[in-house]
């Protein structure tokens, strides 16, 4: 139950249909967002809500897709989308796609759709994963960094190895998976980034094979804002295994403290101490609770 936003009307949840030949499921040119919303204590209010609807604006350039709709709008959308649902913790998934007018890979003469749904989704993480953290393999599917849509574009085409991996990983017995580049230096989780704590210093892979994660600028932000030293720059699969501290970040992941990649312990087996400090400025912020 609930009601959809879809191309600038507010539908019932079970109305909010598309054809089986809409273009993007057949051959996936679209892209996405996950966004989230918190209950601070002004009410509930939308983390990075501009950060989120630049990168989706960003995303439909990138994939030459036209935007039918202002920032304004889409913007406005979102907060509809949470407050019309009643909801006071929720995921927001902002999804723009190609219709059914026509197959074959030509798009460009597609109307473009957009739509935003939003359900419930309260801020909680294990205290298992947030205080001990989680098992990571690393994936045999890796990251096209050769795809200029890779950082800068959450498209849709880009998930099929995120979702391999993903699998892969959980059938290993992990949690997650770390998907290398086509170079083999560290590029992202399934749907995080990446951060790891070397001589108390924080690094992580730079742009050129993961997404531009909102998380992951926050962090980076706060970091500095601790005066840690922040080095965006290119990482192997052993420094992973014999860093200090390591962790995911997004939207959904929130600060996910790393234990283990492929079976050797990182550090001391659960959340270090930068990270504990770092993951309570990032629920402080996501709550209000710190200026961010
Ligand atoms: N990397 C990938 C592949 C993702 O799908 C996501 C999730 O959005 C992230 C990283 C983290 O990005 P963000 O912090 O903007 O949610």
Known sequence: DGLIWLDGEMVPWREAKTHVLTHTLHYGLGCFEGVRAYNTANGPAIFRLKEHTDRLFNSAHILNMKMPFSKDVINEAQRAAVRENNLDEAYLRPMVFLGSEGMGLRADNLQVHVMVAAWSWPSYMSPEAKELGIKVRTSSYTRHHVNITMCKAKANGNYINSML????????????????????????GSGENIFIVRNGELHTPELTSCLAGITRATIIDFAKDLGLVVKERRITRDEVYIAEEAFFTGTAAEVLPIRELDGRQIGEGKRGPITEKLQGMYFDAVKGKLAA
Do not use: Q, R
């Not at 991996?165 to 992202?188: F, Q, R, T, W």
């Open 165 to 188: 991996a993903l699998n892969e990983a959980i059938s290993g017995g992990a949690e997650e998976a770390l998907l290398l580049d086509n170079e083999g230096y560290v590029a992202e």
